[in-house]
């Protein structure tokens, strides 16, 4: 079966194709906060580069994070319109369990100098979490994802990012569940609700 998938958890933006566990084309693009504008002409250069058209999938998958706000919503959203479009389904996975293979800690960039967590031993290990770095009390497991936390985590830290072949590792059997975005906190950016006084 072809799968599209699509994460959007990280700043670098990942788009793939593949043919069952087959991996045709694939894009890692240095995005940061740009993931709507460069979204959707990787997706169209991606199903390019593999030759074949959007008609052609058989199904999408898309990262749920943990991740920013802003940058999840546009994988999930652009992810749930296409499968509306070629009426195939569209698994969610963590984004985190698409990191690496094996046991391992995964560790991503959480902003405010905080990192987003899991552990996986034969599967996840727990909930995805957040935290800083030097306060948790991490399993006695290789640990792989952003090496810039080395120092501040006390542990060697191998770099790995979210690839395509672990997003189509990471869906889990049977039907696909809701699309539920992984925030584990609340936005960077709140509307400020704050209101002066009317003077008279």
Not at 14 to 39: F, N, Q
Not at 136 to 153: E, K
Not at 156 to 171: D, F, H, I, K
């Amino acid at each position: 079966m072809l799968t599209l998938a699509i994460d959007t958890a990280t700043p670098t933006l990942v788009v793939g194709v593949a043919d069952d566990d087959r991996v045709l084309a694939e894009a890692g693009v240095p995005s940061g906060t740009r993931h709507a504008e460069l979204l959707t002409p990787t997706v169209t250069a991606v199903l390019a580069e593999a030759g074949i058209a959007l008609r052609d999938v058989g199904r999408l998958v898309v990262g749920l994070g943990p991740g920013p706000y802003t940058g999840l919503r546009v994988g999930i959203v652009t992810a749930a319109a296409l499968g509306d479009v070629v009426g195939v389904p569209v698994h969610g996975v963590c984004s985190l369990d698409a990191v690496g293979t094996g046991a391992r800690v995964v560790v991503t960039d959480a902003r405010r100098k905080e990192v987003y967590w899991r552990a996986h031993d034969g599967g996840p290990l727990g909930e995805p979490a957040v935290g800083r770095p030097e306060e948790l009390q991490l399993p006695d497991l290789p640990v792989v994802g952003d090496v810039r936390f080395a120092d501040r985590l006390g542990r060697e830290v191998t770099g790995a990012e979210v690839t395509t072949a672990g997003l189509l590792r990471a869906v889990p059997i049977g039907e696909p569940a809701p699309l539920t975005p992984l925030y584990l906190r609340r936005p960077d950016a709140v509307p400020n609700i704050t209101r002066k006084a009317v003077s008279q």
